[in-house]
């Protein structure tokens, strides 16, 4: 698996690790919370250390190559926490755990931070980085979700695809692949999955027939799963929507189902 990743991925990101000299990393001073709770973790304590031992944390542990490191370092240039922005650098430092840590095992300490990377990189793909010569790249950004959806079974990747799958543009119109998605992410806690599923379920598609009161328990579901993240408001909208026009009967259903604790599960 990973010299099938590191000849392909190698392709497309070859120019921004180059220009990066990622063999040896330019680093910089974290001033994100999780580096500063690794660098007191590293320094054994639990006391307060100088921000020089977090950059010297970060330094050895990113040069070894540890996912942990690349990553704050990663999330530190892509939002500009305690250094300028440089998306050519946050992606360098994704594409650097992707490479190295794709066949990483699944289930392990930092399997979530190496899906993540590549639903990280996925976002660039999208995207495009002019500066690091990345083109747009619908394939590799679908490519990259697929891996950490189904090697990883990450849920942000996985709602992802289910998205793409209500999109011709996307991965073409399949509300039975876009419910299956879905639903593999909703049941591991992901909210807008959650509601997504929900607002699926409840109007149908095409020739995929609504389940009203199915969908209506997804979507209340989501509605708590949210609460208190910046995603309620678009899990609450699909929801308030759903309500204004669901009969007494659908709700009574939904009810029902909910307070049976029956999980949706049916099959697509």
């Not at 011709?168 to 419910?179: I, K, N, W």
């Amino acid at each position: 698996m990973r010299t099938t990743w590191d000849k392909s991925l190698a392709c497309a990101v070859s120019g921004a690790l180059l220009a990066l000299g990622l063999a040896a990393p330019a680093f910089a001073q974290t001033a994100a919370e999780a580096a500063q709770d690794f660098a007191r973790t590293l320094d054994g304590t639990g006391a307060f250390v100088s921000n020089d031992t977090y950059l010297s944390a970060l330094e050895s542990d990113a040069a070894a190559g540890r996912p942990l490191a690349l990553w704050q370092l990663g999330t530190m240039y892509e939002n500009g926490e305690g250094v300028d922005k440089d998306p050519v650098k946050a992606f360098g430092y994704f594409a650097q755990i992707a490479n190295q840590h794709a066949d990483a095992a699944p289930r392990g300490l930092e399997a979530d931070i190496v899906a993540n990377s590549f639903v990280k990189l996925g976002e660039y793909f999208r995207l495009g980085v002019p500066e690091a010569g990345i083109s747009q790249n619908p394939a590799e950004y679908h490519r990259m979700l697929m891996h950490a959806a189904t090697y990883f079974g990450d849920p942000e990747a996985q709602y992802r695809i289910g998205l793409l799958y209500q999109q011709e543009e996307g991965l073409g119109l399949s509300p039975m692949l876009s419910a299956r998605w879905l639903q593999s992410a909703a049941h591991k806690g992901h909210c807008l999955a959650q509601a997504q599923l929900g607002n699926l379920l409840f109007n149908g598609m095409d020739t995929y027939p609504p389940r009203p009161a199915e969908g209506l328990m997804w979507l209340n579901l989501a509605h708590t799963t949210c609460l208190g993240t910046s995603d309620i408001g678009v899990a609450d909208e699909l929801l308030n929507r759903a309500m204004s026009i669901a009969t007494p009967e659908t709700r009574a259903a939904a009810l029902e189902m909910a307070n049976s604790g029956v999980a949706v599960s049916a099959q697509f």
